[in-house]
Nanobody, 124 residues
């Protein structure tokens, strides 16, 4: 069974940056698109970014476009999310997810494996 483990979260001041990592226990390949989602208290889980299996296509939510970069290293079974110019509204638990298809998608139900999440808190 595949396991995803996020890391890199923490407390950061507004305007700062961070890099989240997602390590996948089993290999990730070009057959697996990967996504990042987040959930703030009292809100539904929302799409943040996704990357196709080959890494040639990326997609970002409007709320993070221009501030976030998703990338992957299949050889290291790891996916990254770099975010800059962080805002207090970016505060949430961030989850990575694996899709059983190479195409990136925004809907959470398109992903079949999820990590436990890592907390990101942005102070004003």
């Amino acid at each position: 069974q595949v396991q995803l483990v996020e890391s890199g979260g923490g407390l950061v001041q507004a305007g700062g940056s961070l890099r989240l990592s997602c390590a996948v226990s089993n290999s990730i390949s070009s057959s697996n698109a990967m996504g990042w989602f987040r959930q703030a208290p009292g809100k539904e889980r929302e799409f943040v970014a996704a990357i196709s299996g080959f890494g040639t296509s990326t997609d970002y939510a409007d709320s993070v476009k221009g501030r976030a970069t998703i990338s992957r290293e299949n050889a290291k079974n790891t996916v990254y999310l770099e975010m800059k110019s962080l805002k207090p509204e970016d505060t949430a638990i961030y989850y990575c997810a694996r899709r059983g298809s190479t195409l990136a998608r925004r809907a959470p139900n398109e992903y079949d494996s999820w990590g436990q999440g890592t907390q990101v808190t942005v102070s004003s």
